[in-house]
């Protein structure tokens, strides 16, 4: 079982910038990719960003040039996501997701960001 201990939420203006966090409770060994995923009301939850134990990144089309992912260089179970130029349609619950070399995978119990003015 992985725990993620996920922080960096909050209320914003559109415009604004926030950094998430998420710190995964296992070895950076066992994990094949980490990233972070969203869910508005209404909708089903949706890829943000990714990024695999080789370092390749993945966005959604959404997302592109404006968040980037990237992992602790200390820590590396370790990931955080900058928002920034962020607008009312990123308002969602932000989720932390890992998936081990085993192809298991674990869930955060999510972070709200809300873009409003």
């Known amino acids: 079982q992985v725990q993620f201990v996920e922080s960096g939420g909050g209320l914003v203006q559109p415009g604004g910038s926030l950094r998430l966090s998420c710190v995964a409770s296992?070895?950076?060994?066992?994990?094949?990719?980490m990233g972070w995923y969203r869910q508005a009301p209404g909708k089903q939850r949706e890829l943000v960003a990714r990024l695999d134990i080789d370092g390749t990144k993945k966005y959604a089309d959404s997302v592109k040039g404006r968040f980037t992912i990237s992992r602790d260089d200390n820590a590396e179970n370790t990931v955080y996501l900058r928002m920034n130029s962020l607008k009312p349609e990123d308002t969602a619950v932000y989720y932390c997701n890992a998936v081990l070399v085993n192809s298991d995978e674990f869930w955060g119990q999510g972070t709200q960001v809300t873009v409003s003015s």
């Open positions: 296992t070895s950076i060994f066992s994990i094949y990719a």
